[in-house]
């Protein structure tokens, strides 16, 4: 998890990592020159995302998450699968903590997410109590085996925000890249939650 801010940088917005420092329950104890300017930037300001490696069942039902038995076998089918990420704004990250039970992670459940009928973010849902390929001793094997190159967590911190020096920072916000406040191509942020 990093705290983010989604800077215009000409007529896009490109992910960067916040420079202030904060305490462990993330109050400011030293505002970066990205905060003081753009923290009353609604679309600007830093925001705090969670980045993690993320199975995607290929062939589950896209409206569900889930699989359907074969009508002529009354069999599932095989699972196939590849690995991504998956980026989670704070929003995000809570509504899945809260699809958990008493003593259990979030890792142990499949996760279904679909995008709000608005547009913006998503919803989860929990479409079985068990994640499927764990229920697979082979396949959970594959997927393991396969997982083993992000193991370091370098892929994953990539994708929370390049980090810049206070002075790259400065050279950001000095050109128009900070003006997104007002600017029509700037209505809301890019959703964070995306695989």
Request: aromatic share 8%.
């Amino acid at each position: 998890m990093a705290w983010m801010h989604f800077i215009m940088v000409g007529d896009k917005k490109k992910p960067y990592r916040c420079l202030s420092v904060r305490d462990k329950r993330h109050n400011i104890i030293e505002m970066g020159d990205c905060c003081k300017k753009l923290n009353k930037d609604k679309d600007q300001g830093a925001q705090l995302v969670f980045a993690a490696i993320a199975l995607k069942y290929i062939n589950a039902d896209p409206s569900t998450g889930k699989y359907a038995k074969d009508p002529s076998t009354q069999e599932f089918p095989p699972v196939r699968w590849e690995l991504g990420w998956l980026r989670l704004s704070q929003a995000g990250f809570k509504a899945i903590g809260e699809l958990t039970q008493e003593e259990e992670k979030p890792h142990q459940f499949d996760v279904a997410m679909r995008n709000k009928e608005s547009g913006i973010g998503y919803t989860y849902t929990r479409p079985s109590q068990k994640a499927r390929f764990r229920q697979n001793d082979e396949l959970l094997a594959e997927v393991m085996e396969e997982a083993k190159k992000f193991k370091d967590g370098a892929f994953l911190i990539k994708q929370l925000g390049e980090k810049v020096t206070a002075l790259d920072m400065k050279a950001i916000l000095s050109g128009n890249a900070a003006a997104g406040a007002g600017k029509a191509a700037s209505k809301h942020v890019d959703n964070t939650d995306e695989l």
